[in-house]
């Protein structure tokens, strides 16, 4: 119901939230990470049908960002995995995706953005 409605205005921006876990995978990740690799590759194929359609197809894949999932976790130790010293905020990927829907990404679709401090 949303794409066909953009179809209609022939005008729209779709963010899907991956994870950087799809690009860079961890040990006993391997269930999320192929979900998450899936999620980025119909996204891009989405992107490439809708594209003509004045319609926007995007991904952001977050690093590590202060969430539950993480709560358990030993910030220190993460905190020197992470070129940048720090773990995300919330909000610092919200920017990403308001970026992504605005008109100043209006020529950007089919991209994986990650949003990690740097890891790579």
Known sequence: PVVEKMVRRRAGSIV???SASSLMPNRG???YAAA???LNAASRALACEVARLGI???VVAP???ETDMIKEAPKDHIKTLIPMARIGRPEEVAKVVSFLCSEAASYMTGQILS???GMI
């Open 115 to 117: 949003v990690n401090g």
């Open 63 to 65: 690093g590590l960002i």
């Open 29 to 31: 990740q391997t269930n």
């Open 16 to 18: 899907s939230i991956s």
């Open 56 to 58: 926007r197809v995007n």
């Open 36 to 38: 998450k690799a899936g």
